[in-house]
């Protein structure tokens, strides 16, 4: 059995994406044949190519994709080279890691009511500073450029890196390198920066990719922060594919395509930036220059970082206002009064849909915990690791936009008459639940010490008692970890919950991102709310858990 | 030979269970029992999400239908819906059993046979809608013929913040004066989104001296001529409205926000009552007030229809039903829940049905059915679905 697992979780991880972009690319070329369509033919990617808005959709998508991406990364890789080790490093990163679990689309209403013209900093500075009793008539929230877009994917990926980047200097060691730069002269930032970063880099290059194809796919923030006039291709390729019209499924199943090929591009782009910047940073190293600028890069980038920190907590804060407010105007900086009606309204559905949420959330990571605990128990007990290529395979599912292969999940689905419901919605979280679990997982599995094995095996126990009696109880703590961090993931799925649900499985997400089109602010307070909750309450519990279960054991904590 | 009725035996309850006859109301009432009605509808109004949960709430209770309301952000996802059930063969047992729909998707799906039916007329409650006094029985011109049943009663009026906009306007020129003097204070939601669609109608109606053409399907000849003096007028608006016309609200209910902070002083809704609801609701300050155009303004009603694979018909027709009842009419059209137009005709009730409607506060927003005076008839959809398109072409892509 446990011989299977692995290629079961390969299926299950694979398999959808493989099908969806099976399900794209057939009417992409215009072969549908329950419109009387059949291909192949070249006349959806002419409809592509004849809307006006596809230069500005793509530009959009492309640069908000990789100015996110590297601003995420600049402020990650320069706090963690000006601050990691002190004390305000630690307790950033103890701000940010909550943070991680907000779901995109809560942190995206919050962020949207900071800084409109009419959101909470104005409203704080007003009259008083500003002069203005009324909102300026600023297109700051949806700008065509996608500015307040990319605000939202930095303060979200921000954290994301940064716990990546701090996984992975377990294993550069870079105390040493650093110690030994900075006796040669160097400042701790551009020590860091020579001897260390090359090192780390290698490790978070593919959550870097991750970053990147998220950005440029994603459509909930999109829909919240990003321009309409034209919105990014992802969005144009959602809208198309819900038009009545069916011809426009082929456009939209075209666009799809195009959107794989820019993801691609990007990535593309960004290794060969790689190599430049590789080559350039080799001479810089080789320049021998003990850098000049660190102390203002050092404050700049903690200042950054805190910023992207406090305006997730402060938008989360302005959710929670307005989730009790009763009339509430400009430029009053809180409420006229506050009630309890929104919630008396949206608190009992909420709470139904709650439920909903954790039921699909649940059984999508409980399999994935079965299927990665299987995987790593093979990998130990056969002794063969995860290969470069196979940790490739591990990120796929993250590197194919989701754009891309969920529409044409969803024509094969119905295809097949699987109904519509729970099950394919599970199994589509899966594909996402699955990778994320398996990465956090992965490494403390595999740094366990063995020796216990040998230990337990000499005491009598077989391979299957030292995995349930020694192994999973001593490592509870990282499978609980594993586990909030793929209910978070689940928690925050909108497309894959939308498209192939039809519908009829509403997660809190999806109920949060259709209220945004109707602007009721108490009500998306009320839904943002309890979004963040969903992802929070787990972390919390994992974090509590162990703790008072090993309250006499401690050896198990860390 | 024994065979056969052995088969035709088994199979046809089966048959009956598909295609309930909606003028046996028994049968209907009794298939309808325990089935689960899911309805796909609009959920961006948290008002009619919470009409919508008590019409479950009611049906339940008197049919035991179970009612599931699926929360569309765009109701042409439920068309699509549909469409990709009857391209993939799922014929029986669809994802939606009834949807809330609008002239042009209901064109579409009507022309498609995509719809169950005939059914409306036969509905019980027919008998109390006012057949002759409102247009229940054409859907933007497109007839009907029971393949939808009516339940609320919408016209276009204009929101207007009366602390920083006293005055009303006559005409949609009026509007573009106004907008010119004051400018980034007005805007309408994002065409093709219902409401945005139905703003371009209204201006097109307002600005032709005879917008009698537009009854008719429009045609390769005329659409230009036609909607040139349109484009000339948004052209001229454009520069003038909220953030210059370089984004737009998603939605109608969107725009509350905007004028509860003061970004806007006028917008545009399709619901006469929707505003003295929002004001009820902290969603508007009190001192909005609406209004509606020298020459009337467009309205149409509400449907609902059943697609043609609906599992659930039966369960479907009963909500249909009861959605026409005096008591859901009477409910609906109180401003504290949801200030929609009834569809019934006050005539035929019972002087018991009738003082619950003549009970009912307006709200201080809303205007009398005198006051909202004459209605203009909706243009055929081959011209919203058009000018929504080269609308996007214009003002929707940045060009």
């Known amino acids: 059995m446990l011989r299977f697992l692995p290629a079961l979780t390969l299926l299950a991880m694979l398999g959808p994406v493989i099908a969806g972009l099976w399900g794209t690319a057939l009417p992409a070329f215009g072969h549908l044949p329950a419109a009387g369509l059949t291909g192949p033919s070249l006349d959806p990617f002419r409809g592509l190519f004849g809307w006006a808005g596809l230069g500005a959709a793509v530009r959009l998508s492309v640069m908000t994709g990789l100015i996110a991406t590297s601003v995420s990364l600049a402020i990650v890789v320069f706090i963690t080279a000006g601050w990691s080790g002190t004390r305000s490093f630690r307790m950033l990163e103890r701000m940010l890691s909550p943070l991680l679990s907000v779901p995109h689309a809560a942190a995206a209403f919050g962020l949207a009511f900071l800084i409109a013209p009419s959101g909470w900093v104005a409203r704080l500075l007003s009259p008083a500073l500003t002069g203005w009793d009324r909102p300026p008539d600023l297109l700051i929230v949806q700008d065509p450029l996608g500015l307040a877009m990319i605000a939202g994917l930095v303060v979200k990926e921000v954290p994301f890196l940064l716990l990546m980047t701090i996984a992975a200097m377990g294993q550069a060691q870079p105390r040493r390198s650093l110690l030994v730069a900075q006796s040669l002269g160097y400042g701790r930032l551009t020590g860091w920066l020579k001897t260390v970063f090359p090192r780390v880099y290698t490790q978070i290059r593919l959550p870097v990719y991750v970053v990147i194809a998220y950005s440029m796919s994603i459509v909930d923030v999109a829909v919240i ?26 456009t939209g199943a075209a666009a799809a395509l195009l959107q794989l090929a820019l993801v691609i591009g990007a990535l593309g782009f960004w290794w060969c930036g790689e190599r430049i910047v590789a080559r350039l940073g080799d001479r810089w190293i080789m320049s021998g220059r003990r850098g000049q600028f660190d102390a203002p890069i050092r404050i700049f980038s903690l200042g950054l970082g805190s910023i992207s920190a406090v305006a997730i907590l402060f938008g989360l804060a302005g959710l929670a206002v307005w989730s009790f407010a009763a009339f509430w105007s400009f430029p009053n900086v809180l409420p006229d009064s506050f009630t309890l009606r929104t919630w008396d309204r949206h608190g009992p559905d909420a709470i139904a849909t709650l439920g909903e949420t954790f039921f699909v959330a649940g059984i999508a990571v409980l399999l994935a915990l079965v299927l990665v605990l299987g995987c790593l128990e093979a990998e130990h007990r056969s002794g063969r690791g995860l290969t470069r290529r196979g940790l490739w395979l591990l990120y796929l599912p993250l590197l194919v936009p989701q754009t891309a292969f969920l529409p044409g999940l969803q024509t094969l689905l119905l295809n097949l008459g699987a109904d519509v419901g729970r099950l394919p919605v599970i199994f589509a979280h899966l594909v996402f639940v699955l990778p994320y679990v398996f990465l956090s997982l992965g490494d403390p599995w595999r740094s366990w010490d063995v020796r216990y094995t040998t230990v337990a095996g000499a005491l009598g126990a077989r391979p299957r008692t030292v995995f349930w009696r020694v192994r999973v109880p001593m490592l509870l703590r990282p499978i609980l970890t594993a586990t ?51 992802a929070l309450v787990p972390f919390t519990l994992a974090l509590i858990i162990p703790t008072i279960l090993w309250r006499n054991r401690r050896g198990l904590h860390d | 030979m024994k065979h056969l009725t052995l088969i035709a035996a088994l199979v046809a309850p089966t048959f009956a269970l598909a295609n309930p006859d909606p003028s046996d109301w028994d049968a209907v009432t ?17 008002t009619t999400n919470d009409f919508l949960a008590w019409v479950g709430d009611r049906v339940l209770e008197d049919y035991g239908v179970v009612l599931e309301h699926v929360k569309l952000t765009d109701t042409a996802d439920a068309v699509t819906r549909v469409l990709s059930e009857k391209q993939a063969g799922e014929d029986d047992d669809g994802a939606i059993d009834l949807i809330w729909i609008n002239g042009s998707n209901f064109a579409a799906m009507k022309d498609a046979d995509l719809l169950f039916g005939p059914y409306a007329e036969q509905l019980p409650n027919w008998a109390v809608v006012d057949v002759d006094g409102k247009t229940v029985q054409t859907d933007f011109t497109v007839p009907v013929e029971g393949y939808e049943s009516p339940w609320a009663m919408a016209q276009v009026v204009f929101v207007h913040n009366t602390a920083t906009m006293p005055e009303t306007l006559g005409s949609m020129d009026a509007l573009l004066e106004w907008a010119q003097a004051n400018p980034g204070r007005f805007s309408y939601p994002q065409p093709p989104d219902f409401l945005g669609t139905t703003f371009l109608k209204q201006a097109l109606v307002d600005i032709l001296d005879d917008p009698s053409v537009l009854q008719s399907p429009a045609t390769d000849e005329n659409y230009d001529v036609v909607t040139g003096p349109l484009w000339a007028y948004l052209d001229a608006l454009t520069p003038h409205l909220w953030r210059m016309g370089r984004a737009y609200p998603a939605t109608g209910t969107a725009m509350f926000p905007l004028i509860a902070d003061g970004e806007l002083d006028l917008s545009i809704s399709f619901s006469p009552g929707a505003a003295s609801t929002a004001i009820s609701n902290f969603e508007l300050p009190d001192t909005v007030r609406t209004f509606v155009l020298d020459k009337g303004t467009i309205g149409n009603a509400s449907f609902v229809a059943i697609p043609y694979n609906s599992g659930s018909a039966a369960g479907a027709m009963v909500v249909a039903n009861f959605l026409m009842s005096p008591e859901a009419q009477a409910r609906a059209q109180d401003p504290n829940i949801l200030g929609y137009g009834t569809v019934l005709d006050m005539d035929a009730l019972s002087a018991d049905e009738r003082a619950a409607f003549d009970a009912l506060e307006l709200g201080i927003a809303t205007l009398s059915p005198a006051e909202l005076g004459s209605v203009q008839a909706e243009p055929h959809p081959s011209w919203a679905t058009r000018i929504a398109d080269d609308w996007a072409e214009r003002y929707g892509t940045g060009q």
């Open chain 2, 30 to 46: 009794t298939q309808a029992s325990g089935q689960t009605v899911y309805w796909n509808a609009w959920g961006g109004s948290t």
């Open chain 1, 484 to 534: 909030a961090v793929g209910i978070a993931v689940s928690v925050g799925q909108y497309l894959a919950t939308l498209l192939i649900g039809g519908g009829r499985v509403s997660t809190l997400t999806t109920e949060a991102v259709a209220l945004a089109s109707g602007g009721d602010r108490r009500a998306i307070g009320v839904y943002g709310l309890m979004q963040t909750l969903a």
């Open chain 1, 225 to 250: 922060l990003g321009p309409s006039t034209p919105p990014t291709l992802s969005v144009q390729i959602v809208k198309w594919m819900s038009d009545p019209d069916l011809s426009m499924r082929l």
